[in-house]
């Protein structure tokens, strides 16, 4: 054997065992594709959650809202009285109806929307989640004793 055949064959073996054999490539796919699997629905069960926890936060405000605005004209208010005193913060205002990303409130009575009678005594605001396909109904409403109830699900 010649010395250039001896050096070809050092370069041969050299060149064999440089870089990843498609089975690793394929053990590290897998390994990845499970991790992903698993790690999305844990993703959008945490923004579902924060989505609810800010609505919740919300639904809040919009209490206070309604303490003032009983405190300065004898009544509760309407949702858009109260979106419009607000600054327009709590979110869209869609005929009787407020409208924030997923979310909807509305005022739930004899009459929509309540008259001012009815506002007088009391109201009930509920806020509805817009279901997406994957997504469960949320729903709560809020008295002005200060209750808020989760009603779904």
Known sequence: MSNNQIQRGEK???NNQEGF??????????????????????YKKAIIGTENGAMFAMIKIMLQEQTNFYTQKGRYGRLDEI?????GG????????????????SMTGSSTPPTDAELK?????????????????????????????????
Do not use: H, W
Not at 83 to 87: D, H, K, Q, T, W
Not at 130 to 153: A, K, M, R
């Open 121 to 153: 005594e009391s109201f009930t605001v509920v806020a509805t989640r817009t279901v997406d396909n994957s997504e469960f109904p949320y729903v709560i409403q809020v008295t002005p004793s200060g209750e808020i109830e989760q009603i779904l699900p």
């Open 90 to 105: 709590f979110g869209a205002t869609v005929d009787n109806t407020i409208v924030r990303n997923k979310f909807t409130f």
């Open 83 to 87: 979106n419009s005193v607000y600054g």
């Open 21 to 42: 054999s498609i089975v690793e490539l394929l053990v590290v796919c897998v390994i990845l594709g499970t991790l992903s699997a698993m790690a999305v629905p844990l």
């Open 12 to 14: 041969m073996k050299k």
